[in-house]
DNA sequence: ATGGTCGACTATCGA
C-alpha cells in the first residue's frame, strides 16, 4: 500500500478550519496530523473533514493550548498518549494504521526565550521532555514507525536562515540540537525530509513578527518527519508547503509531506 | 540591541 502523510502545526483548529478543509482538499493526504490545535477534542471541528472523507481521528486536546490530532482516510487505532514531562500538556498522540505501522504524532515544548535551564524553567521542560523522548525510545526500540510533528527545533546549519545569528537562540542550541540527536539515535530514526530533500536551505516556519516573510525569508525547519530504519526506504516525494504561509490569516507554520509505499 | 505579531480569551500568557 501507497500513503500520504502530512504534518501542519495548525495554531488554532477553530480559527482555520477552512484551511484545513481547503488543505485537504486540494492536496488530498491521507493523513493529516496536527499541532497546536487549541481546543478540546469534543470542540474540534470535525464536520467538514468528514465530508472529504477524513472519517478517522485520533486527538488529545486542551482548551486554550497545545493539543495534537490525527485526521486519516485510511482506518486508524488510537495507539495511546504519554504526559512527557509530566506537563499535563496536550503534546503527543500515537495511532496504528491496519498494516501496523505506528504513526507518533508530537509537539514538543518551545522551549521560553532564554536557553538556560537556571533562567527559564520552559526550557528545562523542553530539555526534559526530550530526554524522555529518548528514555522512551531507546526502551522501546519503535519499529515499522513515524514520528512527525513541530519539535521545535531546526538541527542543521541549512534549517534556518542564518547559523551564526540563531546559535543562541532557542530552537537552534547546540543542547536543544544535541537532545534531538540523541531521540533520534535512541529510536533508529531516520529524517525523511533531509533523506529526500539532502541540501539546501528549508524551512517551515516563519515568524508572524517577521515583516514581509516572503522577501525576507527568515525561516526554520522546525517540523519534521521521521521513520524508523526498517521504513525509511519506502519514504519519497518530500516536500514542504510554503504556499499557506501566505493565504489570508496563515499559521506560522507551514505542512510538511512525504509519501510511503509500505 | 530591541521590538516586532499572533491566538486564546479579558489581562496576560504562550509562541
Redesign the pocket.
Known sequence: MSFTLATWNI??????EAQVTRLLGEETPDILCLQ?I??PVDKMPLEGFRALGYTHVVARGQ????GVAILSKLPIEDAGDRDYAALG?ARHVAARLENGVVIHNFYV?????IPDRAQNI?FGQKLDFLTEMRDVFAEEKPQKSILVG?L?IAPREDDVWDHKKLLKIVSHTPVEVNHLTDVMEAGGWADVTRQDIPSGKLFSWW?????DWDAADKGRRLDHIWATGDIKASAHSSRILRTTRGWE????HVPVFATFDL
Open positions: 495554531n488554532s483548529v477553530r480559527l482555520r497546536e487549541k481546543s482548551k486554550g493550548y497545545n500538556h515544548p518551545a522551549g521560553g526565550d520552559k513541530d521545535n515568524s508572524y513578527r517577521s515583516p490569516q496563515p499559521s506560522d
